[in-house]
């Protein structure tokens, strides 16, 4: 299925040539500063996110929305007989529009306002609230994919592998056969996005480079896909899972997918 490009790759390529020609003209756009480094803790996160007025895709079309759920679809490969668990489902718009390519789904979030106003949208949807960083709480059988979409980039890299490790257990406990971590910042596109976006230099850039650098300011992180690859391999073997993992550029370009294939499913998809 091949989707275009939608508002964050647009706006992204819009404000990349704005900025490469203020670059050129010498107009100062961004400065690296400890507090573009400063950590935001999870509560002030979740705090923000429960704001009733702070909404999810608020900036974002229904058109947009359905391109998502079409991005979505096809990178998870959902199929009619498929029941998904949506992790960081925010207020549950992308998973009004996942019902209508299979049976049914669950999902969560940290946010209770959020989970509140996705259980009025999708009544046909299982929602609970909770971190993604404690055991999944409500794992059923009929869950055949689990897949989490831009969310990975609110947890710390110091909790990656704690993240990484609470979805492979709750695969492990139900039988899941997917899981995909969609829509990460890519540590190793960073420079792409600083210098196209910002017109940072490249001596700039490798002067301030920290890995646990803050990507705006609402507490989203650079991640290592390669560490995710290596980790996710890691806890497997110590798990007694079977599972390959493959490493996807977004649709964005500075952004990728972490796609785990487990079990019998992993036994038809090559490593990347």
Not at 6 to 17: A, D, E, K, P, Q
Not at 166 to 183: C, T
Not at 247 to 267: F, G, P, V
Request: glycine letters at 6%; charged letters at 25%; hydrophobic letters at 40%.
């Amino acid at each position: 299925m091949m989707v275009k490009r939608i508002n964050r790759s647009v706006t992204y390529h819009l404000w990349s040539l704005i900025n490469r020609i203020r670059s050129r003209l010498g107009v100062k756009i961004f400065k690296f500063s400890q507090q573009a480094m400063k950590a935001e803790n999870y509560e002030m996160i979740q705090k923000a996110w429960n704001e009733k007025e702070r909404q999810v895709h608020g900036d974002i079309s229904s058109v947009a929305i359905e391109g998502y759920v079409k991005i979505i679809a096809d990178l998870i490969e959902l199929e009619e007989q498929d029941v998904f668990l949506d992790i960081g489902a925010g207020e549950g718009s992308v998973d009004t529009g996942l019902l209508k390519f299979c049976r049914g789904g669950y999902g969560f979030d940290f946010a209770e306002s959020k989970i509140e106003i996705a259980k009025q949208k999708n009544k046909k949807v299982q929602y609970w609230q909770q971190s993604f960083l404690e055991p999944y709480k409500n794992m059923q059988p009929d869950i055949t994919k689990m897949f989490s979409f831009g969310v990975v980039q609110y947890c710390k890299p110091k909790d990656i592998e704690l993240f990484l490790k609470n979805s492979l257990l709750a695969a492990k406990e139900n039988g899941s056969l997917y899981i995909g971590h969609l829509d990460i910042p890519d540590i190793a596109n960073a420079y792409r996005f600083y210098h196209n976006f910002y017109g940072i230099s490249e001596v700039d850039y490798m002067q301030n480079l920290n890995t646990d650098r803050l990507i705006f300011s609402d507490g989203s992180y650079w991640h290592d896909l390669i560490s995710m690859k290596n980790i996710t391999q890691d806890l497997a073997k110590e798990m007694q899972m079977r599972v390959k993992v493959r490493i996807e550029s977004s649709y964005c370009d500075y952004r990728s997918h972490l796609h785990i294939y487990i079990n019998e499913r992993a036994l038809n998809v090559s490593n990347n």
